[in-house]
């Protein structure tokens, strides 16, 4: 039987070599066992809730089916199943999950993966990405029993699974989060790209009846995803830049394929990194909205968070990359912002987990309430705070050598980045190199994948590109 391993966020394999409806019925069996144990724990946060999980899935090839599975399952082990009725955003499943009180809830995506992809994501009972220890946990009770199932047809009969439209639910919550009517008066014309995610229609819908004009790009269901990975990053963006080129928008929102990530581009086509995205709403929240708290940003996020931080006097707090590790700030209370580099933000006032279409809301809040240009925004803030340039290389690397190069590059630090003195080396989840100036540069493996992921950023483009080259020369000899 294959061995089944939760990464930085959920189980994911290709379909019908490792993520089949056998395995993705005994990782149901392995959760439904852990839950159970958990309700009948005394110290467990979930003692004596009622066995209630969430199930939702994304439109990825046979994700309603692996859902089924999935439901079937816990119904078997005697837990009432709330289903989605059709492919639904993840954060709307972590919102029903914290809602209706459940002990948790599965998403069944593999998010911004390639298509042939499939994966199994595991909320807990807060309404947010389960923890490692949970994960482990459940990884523990693994074929610890045997699957045990009832079929559909059975299970709705007895009450135990209940097919529900749990969007409306997500996004009335939204629009208590924003100042919607802000919005809806604004006459805002703005495109929003669906990367043929779940996504698609949700901003027409909360939109309706308002005077913003919303223009759905890539909309349509496309198991293949229209021959890209559904991931928020510029070379995914080609045919919605193409259309803003000859029908300009005031701005395009973009959310992955299951729809807890955003990115953007202005309205002319022009790439918006995620990077300025989180700076934006960071800007909007302590400016406009007039917020105080900690900030919480995942390593690999622009240095522009720590100096606006440091200009507003807010506590920053720096994480592991995960949304995971966010999410475990914000349930200490008093968080501002969670960001990280991929695009997932949270927000105070609502679940902790990343929200794609929250995101985007808030952007338009922005733009309704400066009623300038995302362009000039962008500027401003350059002209406060200086540019920054950041990049990431993927490169192959053995994973049975990654310790010893973590090792390595701890040991030995560069004496400078570019021409500025080291200042820092934060190891805590892989090796940062951070210089005086605020560049840096980072090595880090992927949780799953014989990958190593180098990041960099400097003040113009050619220095961050020097350093991405730096990292590679970094781990020459460590490969052969």
Same mark, same amino acid.
């Given at each position: 039987?294959?061995?089944?391993?939760?990464?930085?966020?959920?189980?994911?394999?290709?379909?019908?070599?490792?993520?089949?409806?056998?395995?993705?019925?005994?990782?149901?069996?392995?959760?439904?066992?852990?839950?159970?144990?958990?309700?009948?724990?005394?110290?467990?946060?979930?003692?004596?809730?009622?066995?209630?999980?969430?199930?939702?899935?994304?439109?990825?090839?046979?994700?309603?089916?692996?859902?089924?599975?999935?439901?079937?399952?816990?119904?078997?082990?005697?837990?009432?199943?709330?289903?989605?009725?059709?492919?639904?955003?993840?954060?709307?499943?972590?919102?029903?999950?914290?809602?209706?009180?459940?002990?948790?809830?599965? +998403? *069944?995506?593999?998010?911004?993966?390639?298509?042939?992809?499939?994966?199994?994501?595991?909320?807990?009972?807060?309404?947010?990405?389960?923890?490692?220890?949970?994960?482990?946990?459940?990884?523990?009770?693994?074929?610890?029993?045997?699957?045990?199932?009832?079929?559909?047809?059975?299970?709705?009969?007895?009450?135990?699974?209940?097919?529900?439209?749990?969007?409306?639910?997500?996004?009335?919550?939204?629009?208590? /989060?924003?100042?919607?009517?802000?919005?809806?008066?604004?006459?805002?014309?703005?495109?929003?790209?669906?990367?043929?995610?779940?996504?698609?229609?949700?901003?027409?819908?909360?939109?309706?009846?308002?005077? &913003?004009?919303?223009?759905? /790009?890539?909309?349509?269901?496309?198991?293949?995803?229209?021959?890209?990975?559904?991931?928020?990053?510029?070379?995914?963006?080609?045919?919605?830049?193409?259309?803003?080129?000859?029908?300009?928008?005031?701005? &395009?929102?973009?959310?992955?394929?299951?729809?807890?990530?955003?990115?953007?581009?202005?309205?002319?086509?022009?790439?918006?990194?995620?990077?300025?995205? *989180?700076?934006?709403?960071?800007?909007?929240?302590?400016?406009?909205?007039?917020?105080?708290?900690?900030?919480?940003?995942?390593?690999?996020?622009?240095?522009?968070?720590?100096?606006?931080?440091?200009?507003?006097?807010?506590?920053?707090?720096?994480?592991?990359?995960?949304?995971?590790?966010?999410?475990? =700030? +914000?349930?200490?209370?008093?968080?501002?912002?969670?960001?990280?580099?991929?695009?997932?933000?949270?927000?105070?006032?609502?679940?902790?987990?990343?929200?794609?279409?929250?995101?985007?809301?808030?952007?338009?809040?922005?733009?309704?309430?400066?009623?300038?240009?995302?362009?000039?925004?962008?500027?401003?803030?350059?002209?406060?705070?200086?540019?920054?340039?950041?990049?990431?290389?993927?490169?192959?690397?053995?994973?049975?050598?990654?310790?010893?190069?973590?090792?390595?590059?701890?040991?030995?630090?560069?004496?400078?980045?570019?021409?500025?003195?080291?200042?820092?080396?934060?190891?805590?989840?892989?090796?940062?190199?951070?210089?005086?100036?605020?560049?840096?540069?980072?090595?880090?493996?992927?949780?799953?994948?014989?990958? /190593?992921?180098?990041?960099?950023?400097?003040?113009? =483009?050619?220095? +961050?590109?020097?350093?991405?080259?730096?990292?590679?020369?970094?781990?020459?000899?460590?490969?052969?």
């Amino acid at each position: 039987m294959a061995r089944i391993h939760f990464g930085t966020d959920g189980w994911r394999a290709v379909i019908a070599e490792e993520f089949t409806f056998a395995n993705v019925a005994r990782v149901a069996q392995a959760t439904a066992g852990f839950w159970k144990s958990e309700i009948r724990n005394r110290t467990s946060p979930i003692f004596g809730r009622t066995p209630r999980v969430v199930v939702g899935y994304d439109r990825r090839f046979f994700s309603d089916r692996f859902a089924q599975v999935t439901a079937e399952v816990f119904a078997g082990n005697g837990f009432q199943v709330i289903l989605t009725t059709e492919p639904t955003p993840t954060p709307s499943v972590s919102f029903a999950v914290k809602q209706r009180r459940a002990v948790g809830g599965v +998403m *069944i995506t593999a998010s911004h993966n390639p298509p042939s992809f499939n994966g199994y994501k595991l909320k807990s009972h807060y309404g947010g990405s389960s923890d490692a220890a949970t994960c482990r946990a459940v990884e523990g009770w693994l074929d610890r029993h045997p699957v045990r199932s009832l079929p559909l047809v059975d299970a709705v009969q007895a009450g135990l699974i209940r097919s529900v439209d749990i969007c409306p639910a997500h996004y009335a919550a939204l629009k208590k /989060l924003v100042n919607f009517d802000l919005i809806a008066k604004s006459k805002l014309r703005f495109a929003h790209d669906a990367l043929f995610g779940v996504g698609a229609g949700c901003f027409e819908q909360l939109l309706a009846g308002t005077t &913003c004009q919303v223009t759905t /790009l890539n909309g349509a269901h496309d198991v293949l995803f229209g021959g890209i990975n559904p991931e928020p990053i510029e070379k995914n963006y080609a045919r919605s830049q193409a259309y803003l080129k000859k029908h300009p928008h005031d701005i &395009c929102l973009v959310t992955d394929g299951d729809a807890d990530r955003v990115g953007g581009m202005d309205g002319r086509g022009h790439y918006l990194s995620t990077h300025q995205i *989180i700076c934006l709403l960071l800007h909007h929240f302590i400016v406009n909205r007039k917020g105080r708290g900690r900030v919480v940003k995942a390593l690999t996020t622009t240095a522009m968070v720590d100096k606006m931080c440091a200009a507003y006097g807010l506590e920053l707090v720096e994480t592991g990359v995960g949304f995971k590790s966010i999410c475990a =700030e +914000m349930l200490q209370g008093g968080v501002l912002l969670g960001a990280e580099e991929s695009g997932g933000i949270g927000f105070p006032g609502h679940i902790p987990e990343r929200d794609g279409i929250a995101a985007g809301l808030l952007l338009l809040e922005l733009l309704a309430t400066e009623r300038v240009p995302v362009t000039r925004l962008l500027a401003d803030l350059e002209r406060q705070f200086g540019p920054h340039r950041y990049g990431r290389w993927d490169i192959p690397f053995p994973l049975e050598k990654r310790a010893s190069l973590m090792r390595s590059l701890k040991a030995h630090p560069p004496a400078r980045l570019l021409r500025s003195p080291l200042a820092e080396v934060k190891s805590f989840d892989g090796v940062k190199y951070v210089a005086e100036d605020s560049s840096w540069l980072m090595l880090r493996g992927s949780g799953t994948e014989p990958v /190593l992921r180098i990041y960099a950023e400097a003040r113009t =483009e050619a220095g +961050m590109r020097s350093l991405l080259k730096r990292g590679v020369e970094l781990t020459q000899g460590k490969i052969s």
